[in-house]
């Protein structure tokens, strides 16, 4: 049974992964289905969290708009993740940010890898 089960999500996977971290600043290209119509929406923020692997691979994006903290979590996966693109690479020393939810301002900004 198992080998049915891994047949079928390596054949879900997604061939072109793209590579990016933990700190970096990434626009996510995802697709929205209001009824009929079908479009693409960017969210563009810094990742804060990565986890598991194969096909349950999600990621966790944080952008403040309006003064409003959102965060949104994409399976790496899915369809309806068209395409990630990295805008710019963060030097962290840790794997998940979740301390950038209490900061403000510049305080919340990660620094760039040079």
Known sequence: MSELLKAFTDEQLK???PSFNVGDGVKVYCRIVEGTRVRTQVFEGTVIAK????ISETFT???VSYGVGTEKTFPL???N???VE???RGKV?????FYLRDRVGKAAKVKEKI
């Open 15 to 17: 061939e072109k992964v």
């Open 51 to 54: 986890r598991n692997g194969g």
């Open 61 to 63: 994006v944080r952008r």
């Open 77 to 79: 996966h899915s369809p």
């Open 81 to 83: 993740v068209q395409s």
């Open 86 to 88: 990295v805008v710019r």
């Open 93 to 97: 020393r840790r794997a998940k940010l």
